[in-house]
């Protein structure tokens, strides 16, 4: 099955700087890859989305890259503010059949420093 | 902004005993998924169910797990005999139909808490 790899699994910037967070992922056939900002007790929140005919998408502060050859992703966050401080969760999708379920990296902790 | 729900939020049980987790997904939405978080790891894959069947499941999605979508609006998540190590964040997820890839959309969550 698919398996996601994140790193790091912290990462501390301060404020104005930028943030970087890579997932690699294992299956070939992943089309789709979210990422999704995690707030304490809080639900998953997709932030930005990726699909596989797609080599990068920006939204404001945020863009994510993909590279299928080497099977890997990014996130990056710029001009990051404290409020950017949450666990961000990569994520891919394998269509099976229809199937749409997702596997998720392990999650990064970032925290953005006044 | 429709938006999944889930009840209730916050479920105490003790050991061996069953639960029910309940979910509303997005009304137009045919895809269901549950998720699993235990307290400060990732969001784990448990099961997902389209057409009224589990489409695929998770190693984790044993014997003692079952979903059911008892009627149009409710998808349930059932743990028949609780055990300490299922103290989680169950997450409840769902997606339109289509031939390309769909976001995911998450509900709060419930937390589980085995006594």
């Known amino acids: 099955g698919e398996n996601v790899e994140q790193h790091p699994s912290t990462l501390s910037v301060q404020e104005g700087d930028s943030a970087v967070i890579k997932c690699t992922y294992s299956?070939?056939?992943?089309?789709?890859f979210p990422w999704y900002k995690q707030e304490l007790g809080k639900r998953p929140q997709l932030i930005i989305d990726?699909?596989?005919?797609?080599g990068e998408k920006k939204d404001q502060r945020i863009a994510v890259t993909l590279n299928k050859t080497a099977k890997h992703f990014s996130l990056h966050i710029t001009e990051t503010q404290p409020e950017d401080s949450a666990v961000y969760f990569c994520?891919?999708?394998?269509?099976?059949?229809?199937?749409?379920?997702?596997?998720f990296g392990a999650g990064t902790r970032l925290t953005v420093k006044p | 902004e429709p938006e999944v729900t889930q009840t209730p939020s916050h479920q105490v049980t003790q050991m061996g005993q069953e639960v029910i987790l309940r979910c509303v997904p997005i009304?137009?939405?045919?895809?269901f998924y549950w998720y699993r978080q235990i307290l400060g790891q990732k969001v784990e894959f448990l099961v997902s169910?389209?057409?009224?069947?589990?489409?695929?499941k998770s190693e984790i999605f044993d014997d003692q797990f079952s979903v059911e979508r008892p009627d149009g609006s409710n998808f349930t998540l059932k743990i028949r005999s609780t055990k300490l190590e299922d103290s989680a964040m169950y997450f409840c997820?769902?997606?339109?139909?289509?031939?390309?890839?769909?976001?995911?959309?998450f509900g709060p969550g419930t937390r589980l808490t085995v006594t």
């Open positions: 997820a769902s997606s339109e139909q289509s031939g390309r890839a769909r976001e995911q959309y």
């Open positions: 299956d070939s056939a992943s089309n789709y």
């Open positions: 990726i699909r596989s005919n797609v």
């Open positions: 994520a891919a999708r394998v269509p099976l059949g229809g199937n749409n379920d997702m596997r």
């Open positions: 009304s137009n939405h045919l895809y």
């Open positions: 169910f389209y057409n009224n069947e589990i489409s695929e």
